[in-house]
């Protein structure tokens, strides 16, 4: 009698311990996790690529840099290009007369190195031509990369019942931007802070959330501008008042409601006023940018309560000529929503 007692304990004790490592499992931060399509992912992304607007000037493609030394031909100059500093002189020697081609020639072969750190070797232009073929349009949003993350990080990778399915210990850019891309749209992931990143300034800095990590690579983003070669910005006010416009992310707190606005496209005027037409009703409206802070802004207000989740003080995170990424932190529970708009 007494053994089967002490084996009922035994038992009891086991289950408890069992459960108690399964609870372990669960998530303690929902908000520090995110998925393969969330804004901060495209930034990590962005910040871990291999760098490939750098070389503009020589390959004319962000979608790929081209491996150092390189010899180029340019009006009739031959020039080796060894590193970073000699891009000048192929500027150079592009600005040299204003009755040339300015046509940049490689001497092949040569070897690209796309974002995700693959190389490939080209023998001549045709595949060049290929390749160029197969990248498609730029979005204009090259990489970020005058700042830098500290590596080892650490990446928990969750199910669908909210537990750690697996670890992955990032060593590198190669290896991040690969893990990224890879992912599936069903899963979520969480970077286990704190964790340390370099800045513009090569300062080392110490960041301890997923908000924190945002700010601080949409905050460089201006700066690693500055070094790339992808050419001189556009004007906001110009950019948004050139077509139509429809909202191909919107992001709530932590739910993406982009079906919200199907159908609607958006017209912006010079003189402030706005419309937004869907299944031929407009609602008008009005747009003002301004400088908050430090922060360049965009207000939108519209007529009713359709679009009245978009009626906000949007922070301008940066844009081309055919996207506006756009973010608002609420002063009151600091919730975070997102808005894109992608040109017609």
Not at 208 to 225: G, M, P, R, V
């Amino acid at each position: 009698m007494k053994t089967s007692f002490y084996i009922l304990i035994c038992l009891l004790f086991l289950s408890l311990t069992s459960c108690q490592k399964e609870e372990e499992t669960i998530i303690q931060d929902n908000t520090q996790s995110f998925a393969k399509t969330s804004p901060i992912a495209s930034l990590l992304a962005r910040t871990s690529q291999n760098p490939t607007s750098i070389d503009n000037i020589v390959d004319n493609s962000s979608c790929f840099s081209v491996v150092l030394p390189v010899t180029v031909i340019v009006n009739s100059q031959q020039i080796t290009v060894t590193s970073q500093t000699d891009y000048q002189v192929v500027q150079d020697a592009i600005d040299a007369f204003s009755d040339d081609d300015d046509l940049v020639n490689f001497i092949y072969p040569i070897t690209i190195r796309f974002q995700n750190f693959q190389t490939e070797v080209l023998q001549n232009s045709n595949q060049l031509d290929d390749v160029l073929d197969d990248c498609g349009d730029d979005d204009g949003f090259d990489e970020i990369d005058c700042i830098a993350l500290v590596y080892p990080i650490v990446i928990n990778v969750y199910d669908s019942n909210n537990q750690i399915a697996d670890t992955v210990t990032i060593t590198s850019n190669s290896m991040f931007f690969n893990f990224l891309s890879n992912l599936s749209s069903n899963t979520f992931v969480a970077i286990s802070y704190p964790i340390s990143a370099v800045n513009s300034n090569g300062q080392t800095i110490t960041i301890n959330s997923n908000l924190q990590l945002e700010d601080f690579i949409e905050d460089s983003i201006d700066d690693c501008d500055d070094n790339s070669g992808g050419g001189s910005n556009p004007d906001f006010s110009e950019v948004l008042t050139s077509g139509t416009w429809y909202i191909s992310y919107f992001q709530e707190d932590d739910d993406i409601e982009t079906d919200d606005f199907a159908g609607y496209n958006f017209t912006f005027a010079s003189n402030g006023t706005s419309i937004a037409v869907k299944n031929a009703t407009t609602t008008n409206g009005t747009w003002n940018q301004f400088v908050d802070s430090g922060q360049n802004k965009l207000e939108l207000t519209f007529n009713g309560d359709d679009l009245d989740e978009i009626e906000e003080d949007w922070r301008i995170i940066e844009f081309s000529t055919t996207v506006i990424k756009l973010k608002h932190v609420s002063g009151g529970d600091g919730s975070i929503d997102y808005l894109t708009f992608t040109k017609n």
